[in-house]
């Protein structure tokens, strides 16, 4: 059970293409994401336009960047998404009250990140840290390690399968638009999990580990 608490709890699965973000709202767990536009395929596509009905989860499209001048498109695509995200997070916490904010860590031994890929990474997070120290009372900022997550929910080697599996029996919140879409879902219907719901997932027992904490 998520305990309800005056200090704004945000847990953020932070990427470029596709952030997930789980805060606590009113003692619940609500839900932020950011997508490239046309993220997946249609069936994939489809299930986002749903998920922007749903009442605790928040979907935005990204512009696609600018590429004419690549490396300042790149800096002022992170200035966006630090901006939207801050904007967001201050929307829907109680900004008179200090915040704990939780980032997990990259995989940095998963093959799909090369040297150039983590260090954009790294910019693009620094650049949303930043940003935050700007905007709220941050009392505390913490980097949290992929696997510490995969444990608190069950294994150190958990897939992302699994953490899925464990979030649908996960009745903790039944009262969640998004729980019970989630639970609408068959997972045979994808080769994976699309975007985002494995980044909310993530972001989700982030914010449960952090809670714990």
Known sequence: MVRISKMNIVAI???INSPGIC???DGNPYFIAFLKPTTGTKAQQALQSQMTELGDVHLVFQEEPNIDRQEMSRVLRHRYIAEEICNLIEEHTDTSQPYRIF?????YGTS???TNSLLDLASASSILKSFMFDRFEI????????????????KGNMKKEG???????????????FW?????IESFEFKKLPKPVDDLVDAYYLLRLAQSM
Do not use: N
């Open 13 to 15: 699965d932070f990427s």
């Open 23 to 25: 805060i606590l709202k």
């Open 103 to 107: 980032f997990e860590g990259a995989s």
């Open 112 to 114: 799909r990140f090369g």
């Open 139 to 154: 009392e505390q900022l913490d980097v949290i390690a992929p696997t510490s997550i995969k444990k608190f929910v069950g």
């Open 163 to 177: 953490m899925w599996e464990h979030f649908l029996i996960d009745d903790s919140f039944q009262s969640s638009p």
């Open 180 to 184: 019970k879409f989630c639970k609408t």
